[in-house]
Nanobody, 125 residues
Framework: QVQLVESGGGLVQAGGSLRLSCAAS????????MGWFRQAPGKEREFVAT???????YYADSVKGRFTISRDNAKNTVYLQMNSLKPEDTAVYYC???????????????????WGQGTQVTVSS
């Protein structure tokens, strides 16, 4: 089992920045691909970014150039640095962990084995 706890969400004005953290406990963190997904009211959960165990990163087109995903295996933590935030980034952000995921499926939520409880990000215009 892997337990994931997100933090760092909040209310920010458009153009501002936030850094989300996801702390993991349980099995070997470094072996997992770690992803961020988000879900806005009335919408389906969507892929944001993922970092694989080897450090390869993947981003949704909507956040590329504004968001940066990183991981610190010594701290069992994955981060999402979000800059130039827009009102459309408003959502609950979830952290997921995947034991085995093909790069072609990195954006598919069902590939992730464990999820955190989510953290709310609200961007005001």
């Amino acid at each position: 089992q892997v337990q994931l706890v997100e933090s760092g969400g909040g209310l920010v004005q458009a153009g501002g920045s936030l850094r989300l953290s996801c702390a993991a406990s349980g099995r070997t963190f470094s072996n997992y691909a770690m992803g961020w997904f988000r879900q806005a009211p009335g919408k389906e959960r969507e892929f944001v970014a993922t970092i694989r165990s080897g450090g390869s990163t993947y981003y949704a087109d909507s956040v590329k150039g504004r968001f940066t995903i990183s991981r610190d295996n010594a701290k069992n933590t994955v981060y999402l640095q979000m800059n130039s935030l827009k009102p459309e980034d408003t959502a609950v952000y979830y952290c997921g962990a995947a034991a085995n995921v093909h790069p072609g499926n990195i954006r598919r939520g069902y590939q992730y084995d464990y999820w955190g409880q989510g953290t709310q990000v609200t961007v005001s215009s």
